[in-house]
């Protein structure tokens, strides 16, 4: 029996919402586990699907289990990095359960995802999902905005990849609707632009007392600016306050 049959089929109010989603998959170890990953987006009305791999995957496997979702694999994006795959996002979010360091300090709930979008400014949202045996690795989620946790059992937490999307994906399509309109935020690439200019100017006035401490704040640094969702605007008066800070420091001590 096909399960579409005990669905009920509900129009979002703003596709608008849904499209400025992109699900992006990393280092996905299994063609079939992506097949399944494009039959969840789509029941959802996400459509945009990236993956972070140099694998080759074996087509029939995408292809058996995405059913009716094949559109989603073939009109998919593909990129080596984590990095190039994300540069023009104004939003990264990682899906994961694990704590530990460089990790977040908080984690929101995929119904708190979705809200946090639902207010965000225009521009792209990337979601990202690790690998199947180990999910996002350290380094990863440090290049996320924020991270989103799947309430699970202790009793067996771990959810397999098209599950975790699949629920994600469910709570956005609930809460689709229209998001504010006129303010563009910066992306991901113009964000790490201005953690340079700040660091930089926090290390002129010695700020950073051990090389660990500049890698903690330029952290900290990225992911407030990312929560944020500021406009170019609002970035240069932001990146303004610590050069003409460092500045002012330099002129009176000469």
Request: proline share 2%; hydrophobic share 35%.
């Given at each position: 029996?096909?399960?579409?049959?005990?669905?009920?089929?509900?129009?979002?109010?703003?596709?608008?919402?849904?499209?400025?989603?992109?699900?992006?998959?990393?280092?996905?170890?299994?063609?079939?586990?992506?097949?399944?990953?494009?039959?969840?987006?789509?029941?959802?009305?996400?459509?945009?699907?990236?993956?972070?791999?140099?694998?080759?995957?074996?087509?029939?496997?995408?292809?058996?289990?995405?059913?009716?979702?094949?559109?989603?694999?073939?009109?998919?994006?593909?990129?080596?990095?984590?990095?190039?795959?994300?540069?023009?996002?104004?939003?990264?979010?990682?899906?994961?359960?694990?704590?530990?360091?460089?990790?977040?300090?908080?984690?929101?709930?995929?119904?708190?995802?979705?809200?946090?979008?639902?207010?965000?400014?225009?521009?792209?949202?990337?979601?990202?999902?690790g690998r199947e045996?180990?999910?996002?690795?350290?380094?990863?989620?440090?290049?996320?905005?924020?991270?989103?946790?799947?309430?699970?059992?202790?009793?067996?937490?771990?959810?397999?990849?098209s599950q975790a999307?699949?629920?994600?994906?469910?709570?956005?399509?609930?809460?689709?609707?229209?998001?504010?309109?006129?303010?563009?935020?910066?992306?991901?690439?113009?964000?790490?632009?201005?953690?340079?200019?700040?660091?930089?100017?926090?290390?002129?006035?010695?700020?950073?007392?051990?090389?660990?401490?500049?890698?903690?704040?330029?952290?900290?640094?990225?992911?407030?600016?990312?929560?944020?969702?500021?406009?170019?605007?609002?970035?240069?008066?932001?990146?303004?306050l610590f050069v003409?800070?460092?500045?002012?420091?330099?002129?009176?001590?000469?």
């Open positions: 029996m096909d399960n579409s049959a005990l669905c009920t089929i509900i129009d979002p109010m703003d596709q608008s919402y849904l499209d400025r989603i992109e699900i992006v998959l990393v280092d996905t170890q299994d063609g079939a586990n992506i097949g399944s990953v494009c039959r969840a987006m789509k029941t959802m009305g996400l459509t945009h699907l990236t993956l972070v791999s140099d694998r080759n995957y074996d087509e029939n496997r995408v292809f058996t289990l995405a059913l009716h979702a094949r559109d989603i694999y073939e009109n998919r994006k593909t990129f080596h990095t984590i990095k190039d795959a994300i540069k023009d996002s104004i939003y990264v979010v990682g899906a994961t359960r694990r704590r530990g360091k460089f990790r977040k300090e908080s984690a929101l709930s995929p119904k708190q995802l979705a809200e946090k979008l639902s207010v965000l400014p225009e521009g792209k949202v990337s979601i990202l999902f045996s180990d999910g996002l690795r350290d380094e990863e989620v440090a290049l996320c905005s924020q991270i989103v946790t799947i309430p699970t059992s202790e009793l067996f937490p771990s959810l397999n990849l999307v699949q629920i994600i994906s469910y709570e956005l399509f609930l809460s689709s609707r229209a998001y504010p309109s006129g303010i563009v935020a910066v992306d991901s690439a113009r964000i790490e632009k201005a953690v340079r200019t700040i660091s930089s100017s926090l290390e002129s006035i010695g700020y950073y007392k051990w090389d660990e401490e500049k890698k903690w704040v330029e952290i900290f640094i990225k992911d407030t600016l990312s929560k944020a969702g500021l406009s170019e605007k609002e970035m240069k008066r932001f990146e303004k003409k800070s460092a500045t002012l420091k330099k002129y009176k001590e000469e």
